[in-house]
């Protein structure tokens, strides 16, 4: 299953059109709306979380997008970590489950694996000294 987060921009001259109910039914896509503007005949923006099965059937999804005219930003999540802000306390350790943050153990600075991170977001709560934080980023699709 491929989830991705996805930001669409609409035009007035598409606006009025069904292109959700498009997606679910032609592309088999789990669609979950966090953010909607889209009022007639004005700019419109929509955010939402996709659930899709087959790589094949997002880039038929996307070209779909591309060819009514609706803009398309695939927005990645990532953690981001400001070495400088942190004083290595660990207090962030705990909270990771995934063990994404851990301390070394020879230097007792902390270490982070973006490859185990879940994107849960505890850690950026934690951090009394905002060395950590979900950041957004968008790749557009054309
Ligand atoms: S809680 Fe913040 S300051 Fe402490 S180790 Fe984690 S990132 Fe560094
Ligand atoms: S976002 Fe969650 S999984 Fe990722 S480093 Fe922070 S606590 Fe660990």
Same mark, same amino acid.
């Given at each position: 299953m491929i989830n991705k987060r996805l930001q669409l921009v609409y035009h007035p001259d598409n606006v009025s059109k069904a292109i959700i109910y498009? &997606?679910? !039914? $032609? /592309?088999?896509?789990?669609i979950n709306i966090i953010q909607a503007r889209i009022l007639p005949d004005e700019e419109? !923006? &929509?955010v939402m979380d996709i659930k899709v099965s087959k790589k094949s059937a997002l880039d038929q999804a996307l070209k779909y997008l591309n060819n009514e005219g609706i803009d398309v930003t695939i927005l990645e999540k990532s953690i981001? /970590? $400001?070495?400088?802000?942190?004083?290595?306390?660990g207090a962030c350790t705990g909270l990771c489950k995934a063990?994404? =943050?851990i301390m070394d153990k020879?230097?007792?600075? =902390? =270490? =982070?694996d973006?490859? $185990?991170?879940l994107l849960c977001g505890m850690c950026v709560s934690a951090c009394g000294f905002n060395a950590l934080s979900l950041e957004t980023n968008g790749d557009n699709y054309v």
């Open positions: 498009d &997606l679910v !039914k $032609n /592309y088999d896509i789990v419109g !923006k &929509l981001a /970590y $400001n070495q400088e802000a942190c004083v290595h306390c063990e994404a =943050l020879t230097s007792w600075e =902390l =270490l =982070l973006q490859e $185990n991170c």
